[in-house]
């Protein structure tokens, strides 16, 4: 007879790990993902286009042509802006994440 170690039955070596106890954490990650995704899609096209045509030139009186640079100087910016705040977010959910699994 042939001596066999003790394994649960329907465990296969080199199958996947099991990832069900990280569900909470990682649909918190995706959430977090998509919202800043659909934020810097939406934000600097809309600011470029509402900045240009309400600010530069209705309002400012600028010429066409130096509105689009100072609309899209706007929008770059908002770009930088979302990508801080993608950056901050990030560090502080991993942080909180990485403490939380320390006190375990």
Known sequence: MQ??????VGS???AMPDFRGNDGSLVSVLKT?????ILMITLPIGLYFTSKSLLFEATLGYSSNDSYFYAAI???LA???VLALFVY???NEGSRQWR???QD
């Open 89 to 91: 977010v990030a560090w």
């Open 100 to 102: 939380e699994g320390k």
């Open 74 to 76: 706007l929008a770059v």
């Open 33 to 37: 993902l998509l919202f800043f995704t």
């Open 79 to 81: 770009v930088h802006v």
């Open 12 to 14: 296969v070596p080199g």
């Open 3 to 8: 001596n066999y170690d003790k394994k649960e």
